[in-house]
């Protein structure tokens, strides 16, 4: 069941980013923010995405992409691109 529908839009984009909040700081290579500390990010120490992980080893709320998937994704998204997020 969806609790909730977040539809905002990429206001940034950084490379090397140091992503902070209690008690983690992550280094991500892409860091695409769309609303305050929630965006996209590639999430090199995740094995698996999708399907159902999110029940046991979820998110602090953003949307973790595959490394290999993520250069792509920051590529060729611009700033002003509409993201919608199902949580």
Same mark, same amino acid.
């Given at each position: ?6 539809? +905002? ?6 490379? %090397?980013?140091?992503?902070? &909040?209690?008690?983690?700081?992550? =280094? ?19 094995? +698996? ?6 029940? %046991?080893?979820?998110?602090? &709320?953003?949307?973790?992409?595959? =490394? ?20």
């Amino acid at each position: 069941k969806v609790e909730c529908v977040m539809a +905002e839009c990429v206001d940034n984009k950084q490379k %090397k980013r140091t992503l902070r &909040g209690p008690g983690y700081a992550t =280094p991500v290579d892409f860091w695409m923010p769309v609303k305050g500390g929630v965006g996209l990010h590639d999430a090199d120490w995740r094995k +698996e995405f999708g399907g159902d992980i999110y029940l %046991k080893n979820g998110s602090h &709320g953003c949307v973790n992409i595959p =490394p290999e998937i993520m250069p792509i994704i920051y590529d060729e998204y611009e700033i002003g691109t509409p993201v919608i997020m199902f949580y």
